[in-house]
């Protein structure tokens, strides 16, 4: 390249003429919508492990393998959960004995006529729909501002699989007998461990239970199942030495904690919903 090419594109440039940039898009005007109920947040992939340096150092004997899509699944919304719910738990004590009584008097009569088995879980089912009664908050959603009030009561159930956790649910479980929801939890349980729920079963809950008693857990504190705004943890039934009138009494106890959703959800109400809970419990008084 010589001087005068250099020269003759500095003067063909300045004569070329002034390019405008053009005016941006016109923005369509909005048209009034009724709200759209919030999505869930996407969690990125890099949120399930902290990025950096191997858990290992070289030469440490360790074995990797990567997450199945359903561990993986529960991890995001695990981490999903408490992004959106500020979580508070409260704990109680119960008195099972005289549910336990009752059955003791029916579980026979159960197994006998109709073959299905029968736990604590559809008695702690029933006592909880009583106080989702009292209590409807317990069976709400947040959405944006507003709180959603379920009109129908659909408890989940927590089934631990060997590889990994489903919330089968039973729908409207505050219109069925303690036959009905006994026959309800030994159905969806069984199929959720042989993968023959349908997709529909697993969808609509408004209330989770999860029960890791039955593995001998004195307690937990599970994660609210995003959109609900409460979980029940069933802990260990066992007897043990209680106070009664200032003597000491061998009684079936248990702890229940209920983690909740302190948006919407104080201490307060929690605290009576599982009052509720506790005396249906204690006096055995279980609605048809």
């Known amino acids: 390249m010589t001087k005068n090419d250099i020269l003759s ?5 300045a004569a070329a003429p002034a390019v405008t ?17 919030p999505q869930p947040l996407s969690v990125p992939a890099s949120a399930l492990a902290e990025v950096g340096p191997p858990p290992f ?6 074995q990797i393998e990567p997450m199945s899509i359903m561990r993986r ?8 959960s408490h992004r959106v719910s500020a979580h508070v738990y409260s704990v109680i004590e119960a008195d099972y004995n005289e549910t336990s009584k009752l059955r003791g008097k ?7 006529r109709d073959g299905v088995k029968l736990s604590f879980l559809p008695f702690i089912i029933k006592a909880v729909i009583e106080g989702i009664k009292k209590w409807p908050i317990i069976n709400s959603s947040v959405w944006g501002d507003q709180v959603v009030y379920k009109q129908d009561i659909n408890i989940g159930v927590a089934v ?4 990994g956790l489903i919330v089968p649910v039973i729908r409207n479980a505050d219109e ?32 989770t239970i999860t029960n890791p008693g039955v593995f001998g857990g004195l307690m937990g504190l599970p994660i609210i199942n995003q959109p609900q705004v409460a979980i029940l943890g069933v802990g260990g039934i066992k007897k043990r030495p ?47």
């Open 160 to 163: 631990a699989l060997d590889w």
């Open 21 to 37: 940039a053009a005016p941006p898009p016109t923005a369509p005007a909005l048209s009034a919508a009724p709200p759209r109920p």
């Open 73 to 80: 699944k529960i991890a995001e919304r695990m981490i999903e």
């Open 9 to 13: 594109y500095v003067e063909n440039r």
């Open 242 to 288: 209680v106070v009664i009138n200032d003597a000491i009494a061998i009684r079936q106890t248990g702890l229940l904690t209920l983690s909740y959703d302190h948006r919407i959800i104080d201490g307060a109400v929690a605290e009576q919903f599982l009052a509720v809970i506790r005396d249906v419990i204690e006096a055995a008084e279980y609605k048809s």
């Open 57 to 62: 150092a070289e030469g440490d004997r360790v």
């Open 106 to 112: 029916l579980k026979g009569e159960y197994l006998e």
């Open 176 to 207: 069925k007998s303690l036959l009905g929801l006994a026959r309800a939890v030994n159905d969806l349980g069984d199929r959720a461990r042989n993968k023959k729920l349908k997709p529909d079963e697993v969808q609509g809950g408004t209330f």
